[in-house]
């Protein structure tokens, strides 16, 4: 009596461990499908080409299954550890590689296979297993139906539970935990049938724990996966309400980002910053007054800073961590020459458009260095209005100058951004430099009244990038950059925003 | 590259917020939060049915008597005032604006109906002038209009959430069949032909202000047929395209397809003619508090002579003088205005009870149904979640749902970040009989109102309740007059026909649409003439 009912728990939990694989399997096999069709796009291909892999992983699993003949009950269990270690990191593997393997697509069905190929081997072996205690018919049967039901339950909890409440990574962990579990469960239970049992044991110890840390650790082994988008060492990181900033440097230059954005390298910054500010700056026949709206680095003021004759800068930036940021970090405030220390420097941390808006006093000079128009917010800052209110603040014989993104990448929405001032009511004078970290990038120098002239003469020496002869060339766009004719931004019809959306999708597409 | 980077940053967000909701599920919604449940004045619009009023003890001697203070009687009185024309307005709310009523919180300033208005076509001079007063229009270019971009709608505009995922523009598109874009191929071929035609009497058929459409038969022969009728007879019956017209039905006449005529279904789409040199010709003017900042500069021209918190009770007619007594609630008297002329911008059911029995009409009141609106504005602490999809636009949409969605009343800040956010939800209750909708409506409490609204947020926004810190709800009991079979060409003409050229009816359910333009439409007209 007491055997046949140890035959019956035996039984009902090899076949409990059945339904855990099929569930799991599959659970797997959908988290490879939904990551693959969230990084690489094209949901139906991608599930399409998984579900395929999976099952005819499964198939050369249950083939290679007849080379297993002794110890079926260890192998089983040490398959099923082996898939829950497998399964239940996959989708951080894929995570972590996403960004650096050259053949992700290969590692993702090499995962998927290989999930595949052990599930595939857990069903044979399970039946010849219990071939003998069970009568064939009757074991067909049971095996088959708590397999599908699995397969059921998993394809309905995943959309519907998992996906919104645990997220992809932490669904995986969660499965290959449950797996591992019930597989170390198993094994403990029957320990007196299983040669070596308590090795597997601890074999699914450490797997456990391993996944428990995967779980705990998620949230972290996300943003490790953010680091390791950045090709260097990640100096400083902060999440500022406004934005996520990150520093990187190496042993040539310093990187700073915005949003994962590059801003400026330290290696080829002054080419940057000289063609931003000297151009504008000897346009103006006295200029006395400089404003800077967004260049919270100080690396703009610093350029400023070379005239002595100028008596007032004004900085508006709205994130008070980034002017901080490069007061305190010393090699930053190294590269802007403690710029922001200055006591000609007045820093104001307010919103741009609603700070000048509200402005009566006139500047000589404006130097305009927002981010790019990726998004509705940012575009007001190139919109009509906006260049409205801005004449309204320079001084009538003042210019002003804009970054106004890369003619080359996004050629029609640099000329957008120049089209837009001129029906504000400025003249224009289109130039553009080459960055060797950035590529070719473009500014627009406007002014109210004069048209910017091309013919400077540098007051200051020491420029490594701007002079007269430099600049009479930066204001020739060869045929591939050329002016094109647009509409203009306005804050009712963002063109420039869905013009740059669409040209920078061009290149960041795989 | 940068795409994968996006991703990876994405990633960190969302599994972050849900981090967030799952460490608040345990907890229920924060209990601290202001919740307000208003509406119109009805205790003492209700005493009109029921109480009596003492007798005036006072006679006030007037040129011009403008009964209610909506859009259509501030626009009377600008005109009045423009001319020198003495007059006096008679408000029962605490203040005027009518269905453009707005207020504000510590974040911004919100609508509490009205929101928008789409920009006139050029014919609509009176409207026109008074946006130029207003510096709406800045200027003109080639004969068009130029607006004042911080009064046009700033992009983004509008989003559907369908199919868990917000797509641009209220049409649906995502994930929408073959049969269903070929419905609204066919339904926008029929919108370009109503809108280009012209009756037999050379005007347009379709255009605002509805005085200037065409009388020609064979147009209005529309008004005596169901919208859903003509939709049926177009062959026209997808589900998307269906569920679309029930919402703008919902959106403009507190209706649905078969509750209001196709006349004024097909008006709604062939109407709007708009022209600007700085926008395209289905573009709105909005503000924070919607409406209420136009009638902020309407209300200018009548401070002195307005009288708020007071209800007429009788107007009618002796000795050849207009007599209107009005019970004044916070001085608790009655006050007579004796005037040459009265002008009535009140809504007929208030009508039907103030006009003394000897002045006769003939119109059917029973047939004015109005459809009661719920408007609830939300303040919330922080972003709301969000799904996938296009980002917070100004006009939210939920396809299936049975509300229209809300307006981000913080749309039109140039600021680039706020910490908070008002939204304004709107669901009118479209039920055929709008009595019994009002009265379910009156014994709602506040609770049942905000769970009707959550439940519906909840889909796009899953985490909503956790961040909302005020909820302010606005009852309409009266709140859009609906354009029923044959109510605009037989039943609301018949109530615009003044009484012996003295007593006047101006509010826009003597016109069968309530919206701006017409309100301020008839309010100037109705001033013009009897000033001329």
Redesign the interface.
Known sequence: MAAQNSHKSFQLLLLLSVFVVATCGLIYELVAGTLASYLLGDSVTQFSIIIGTYLFSMGIGSFFSRFFNTNLIRWFIQIEILVGLVGGFSSTILYLLFEHAAYFKLILYLLVGLTGILVGLELPLLMRILKDRIEFSDLVSKIFTVDYIGALLASIIFPLVLIPYLGIMKTSLFFGLFNVLVAVFICFRFRSDIPGSRFIIIEGIVAIIFLVLGVIFSESLLRMAESMAYSDKIIYSKSSPYQRIIVTKNSEDIRLFLNGNLQFSSKDEYRYHEALVHPGMLNVANPKKILVLGGGDGLAVREVLKYPEIESITLVDLDPSIIELFKSNSLLSDLNKSSLFSKKLTVINQDAFVWVRRQTQLFDFVIIDFPDPSNYSLGKLYSLSFYKELKKIVNRKGCVVIQSTSPYFARKSYWIVNETLLKAGFNTLPYHCYLPSFGEWGFVLASPTALPTTDIIPKIENLNFINRETFQQLVYFPPDMSRVPSKINTLNDQFLVQTFEKEWSHYTQQ | ?????????K??G???T??LA?SYSGCSPKIDRRETLRGPNHTLGHKLRTGTFPKPTQIIKTEVAIVGGGVSGLAAARILKQRGIEFRLIELEDKVGGNSHSDKNSVSSYPLGAHYLPIPGTYDKDLLSFLEEENVITGYENGKPTYN??Y?????KERLYINNHWQEGIIPVNGVDRKSTEDFDKFNELVKKFKALKGSDGKEAFCIPLHFCSDDPSIKKLDTITFEFFIQQHKLSSPHLLWYLNYCCADDFGGTISTISAWAGIHYFCSRKGSAS???PD?VLTWPEGNGWLVNKLMKYAVKETTTNSMVFQVGYENGKCIVDYFDAIKEESIRLVSEKVILATPQFINQRILSGTLERKIDYAQFSYAPWMVANIKCSNHLEEKRGE?LSWDNVIYGSKSLGYVNSNHQN????S?RQVITYYLPLTGADSNAERKQSHQRSFKDWYELAIEDLKLPH?TIEHSIEEVDIWLWGHGMIRPSVNFISKTSFDASAPIGQKIFFVHTDTSGISIFEQAFFVGTQTAKMITV
Do not use: K, T, V, W
């Not at chain 2, 140039?414 to 970040?417: H, P």
């Open positions: 590259m940068i795409s994968r980077r996006n991703f990876l940053i990633g960190i969302l599994s972050s849900i981090a799952s971009e911080y046009l709608c700033f992009d983004p700085n926008a395209q573009a980002r140039i600021q680039l970040f910490d899953p």
